[in-house]
Nanobody
Framework: QVQLIDSGGGLVQAGDSLRLSCTAS????????MGWFRQAPGKEREFVAA????????FYAESVRGRTMISRDTSKNTEYLQMYRLTPEDTAVYYC???????????????????WGQGTQVTVSS
């Protein structure tokens, strides 16, 4: 059974940096994409960033591009989301996700992901 455990959220101030982590258990290989989504109060879940199976390709939402870096360590089945220059608009519950198997594209749609973490709260104060 595949499980994703995401962590690293917290309360920070505007302008601070934060790194989220997500570790996958129950997987026997690394041939799958991983991504991050977030959901702010009263809003729908939105795509943040995704990375392909070996970390060689990434894609970012426009709202975080240039101040966010997604990466993964296949030896640890772990992905990371490093965020810089956080603003109150980044406040949300952040969810990591992984696809069931390999994909020829970097998925940015939630429906393409099979497994989800429980979410970690990020709160940015002004």
């Amino acid at each position: 059974q595949v499980q994703l455990i995401d962590s690293g959220g917290g309360l920070v101030q505007a302008g601070d940096s934060l790194r989220l982590s997500c570790t996958a258990s129950g997987r026997t290989d690394s041939n799958y994409a991983m991504g991050w989504f977030r959901q702010a109060p009263g809003k729908e879940r939105e795509f943040v960033a995704a990375v392909n199976w070996n970390g060689g390709r990434q894609f970012y939402a426009e709202s975080v591009r240039g101040r966010t870096m997604i990466s993964r360590d296949t030896s640890k089945n772990t992905e990371y989301l490093q965020m810089y220059r956080l603003t109150p608009e980044d406040t949300a519950v952040y969810y990591c996700a992984s696809t069931r198997g390999p994909m020829s594209i970097i998925p940015i749609t939630a429906s393409l992901y099979a497994y989800w973490g429980q979410g970690t709260q990020v709160t940015v104060s002004s």
